[in-house]
């Protein structure tokens, strides 16, 4: 058992109930878990069991967030815990297993993952019942942008400049253009693939350009998704694919009653979204973490004004202002479920304030291709750039503790949460892998210097001491022998001293890869351990 002193339990076994696709599991066993927010459902009990199969878990998982009339009542709960920002991601996983699925199934699939063109659309947004002189398109060098002028899915057909079409149509394209100026004139990622190989679909889809789709999925609690019908997806020999998209057609306060609204949601869903595509040309299979992680890290790199991802660090983030057995800072940084997942943004801010814009990129073109995946792409250019996951991930750790001392907007964040430490005695841990926890001393009356001694498992750790003064922040890292033994390192603990904090480092990265897991690779973590050790020593 991990433990900590307050006796919370960490067993990884407890995780061996996880879902393909990437979705996280229940973990009843588990006090201190990642997957606690995940689903725990008919639907992933009856995977977990042998019940359905992957492909037909994709479908119902699928159903539940986007057609849930359609979704097989035995499953009902899954609607619950449907949570619509998993659109992408869930669209994604069941069109590479539309093969596996019966034909009935897989008609099924098919009109959910079809185009609101398609007569038998049967996704949240379609324009099935639209006569075609109602339906437009307005194609400009790079994309094209499609609407209806009846019906409820239609935007504001207000058209102020008379230019025949709606002012929200001007404000989508204005949109796009900036968010495609960013990402792929200045930022240098690819293009979208064309998308040419998917056919007409009734009109949505006039050329290989990038097809974004105006629709009423703000009333599901959408703001936006992307996704493929590439004919030649597949995960083994075809991971490139195009993509098309759908936004909200307004945006309005009372469908999104948190978070951004009107045209600041518009931008920020441009931006994660039209992302996501581009990361399909990449490579569409890549860790959900990695592809929800960076893809809202993109929302404030195009639109910094926004800063609708901050919310995400306020919960289940690796600055998460708490810290217990259920809620902390301590999740790691790729566990793929929607709780957790959309706030490690934080850590790609991270490497791009230290190493530049562009390290995300290298990141992504390493990334490509069945044998990599996002943390090992990291790994690997923290080394080209001479140094390393686990050097970045401690000094990570550090700027939690007082985001205001060391990021660019850091008076916008949130202080990582601290346990309470024993100044007098072992403070033991268990820690997953990809991530920091942090303990906290304050000195009492009479005491001067604090001695901090360290014991972790060996070669997978790192410990740093950040003291709090009226002098400002000072940071020492605890260097680790190779048994992982650091110390004792005395720091100043007079009354001035208003704490002192001791970042808890994990960087161990070993997994058994594909084994329907929610972390890297999706593979079984071997890394998340006992014996994290800090004692400490208060005295005059």
């Not at 539940?64 to 994604?92: C, G, V």
């Not at 009109?111 to 324009?127: F, K, N, Q």
């Not at 290298?362 to 001479?386: H, T």
Request: a positive charge; aromatic letters at 10%; one cysteine or more.
């Amino acid at each position: 058992m991990l433990s900590s002193a307050r006796s919370r339990s960490l067993l990884l076994a407890s995780l061996a109930i996880a879902v393909l696709a990437f979705a996280g599991s229940a973990a009843a066993a588990s006090e201190r878990s990642p997957a606690a927010a995940a689903p725990n459902d008919a639907l992933s009990r009856a995977l977990a069991s042998g019940q359905i199969t992957g492909a037909q878990y994709s479908l119902q998982r699928a159903l539940a967030i986007l057609a849930p009339r359609l979704a097989n009542p035995r499953y009902a709960s899954a609607a619950a815990h449907a949570d619509p920002r998993e659109a992408t991601m869930a669209l994604r996983d069941l069109a590479a297993r539309v093969g596996s699925l019966s034909r009935s199934d897989r008609r099924l699939a098919m009109r959910l993952l079809a185009r609101p063109t398609d007569g038998a659309s049967e996704g949240p947004a379609g324009y099935v019942r639209v006569a075609k002189k109602n339906r437009k398109h307005f194609c400009t060098t790079r994309f094209c942008v499609h609407w209806v002028t009846r019906g409820s899915e239609r935007p504001s057909l207000v058209d102020r400049n008379r230019n025949r079409r709606p002012d929200y149509i001007d404000k989508t394209v204005r949109t796009m253009n900036t968010v495609w100026g960013k990402e792929i004139g200045s930022f240098g990622y690819k293009r979208p693939r064309s998308d040419s190989r998917s056919g007409p679909h009734h009109g949505g889809n006039p050329n290989g350009r990038i097809d974004i789709f105006i629709a009423n999925i703000g009333n599901r609690g959408l703001y936006g998704y992307c996704t493929t019908d590439d004919p030649r997806i597949n995960r083994n020999t075809h991971r490139q694919n195009s993509a098309y998209c759908v936004f909200d057609n307004d945006f309005r306060r009372s469908e999104f009653t948190t978070g951004a609204f009107g045209l600041a949601a518009l931008k920020v869903t441009a931006a994660h979204e039209f992302f996501h595509a581009i990361q399909f040309a990449y490579d569409t299979f890549e860790d959900r973490a990695f592809m929800e992680g960076t893809a809202t890290w993109m929302e404030d790199e195009v639109f910094t004004g926004v800063n609708d991802n901050v919310q995400y660090l306020q919960s289940g983030s690796p600055m998460d202002p708490v810290n217990n057995a259920s809620q902390g800072p301590w999740i790691p940084l790729d566990a793929g479920h929607p709780s957790v997942q959309y706030g490690t943004w934080i850590w790609y801010r991270f490497l791009s304030e230290n190493h530049g814009r562009g390290i995300i990129k290298q990141i992504w073109a390493r990334a490509v291709g069945k044998a990599n995946y996002g943390f090992k792409a990291i790994a690997d250019i923290l080394a080209v750039r001479g140094t390393s996951l686990q050097a970045m991930l401690a000094l990570f750790g550090t700027w939690n503790t007082s985001p205001a001392s060391f990021y660019t907007e850091g008076v916008r964040y949130p202080t990582a949460g601290a346990i309470a430490g024993n100044n007098n005695g072992p403070n033991t841990f268990g820690m997953f892998h990809f991530s920091n926890d942090y303990v906290v001393f304050t000195p009492g009356p009479a005491d001067l210097i604090l001695d901090v001694t360290i014991d972790f498992p060996p070669g997978v750790g790192a410990a740093t001491v950040v003291l709090f003064s009226p002098a400002g922040v000072t940071v020492t890292p605890i260097p680790l022998d190779a048994n992982g033994h650091g110390g004792p390192v005395s720091v100043g603990f007079d009354p001035t001293v208003s704490k002192v904090v001791v970042v808890i480092t994990n960087a161990g990265g070993r997994f058994v890869c594909n084994q329907d897991q929610i972390f890297s690779c999706s593979g079984l973590p071997l890394d998340d351990l006992n014996g994290f050790v800090v004692t400490a020593a208060a005295h005059t």
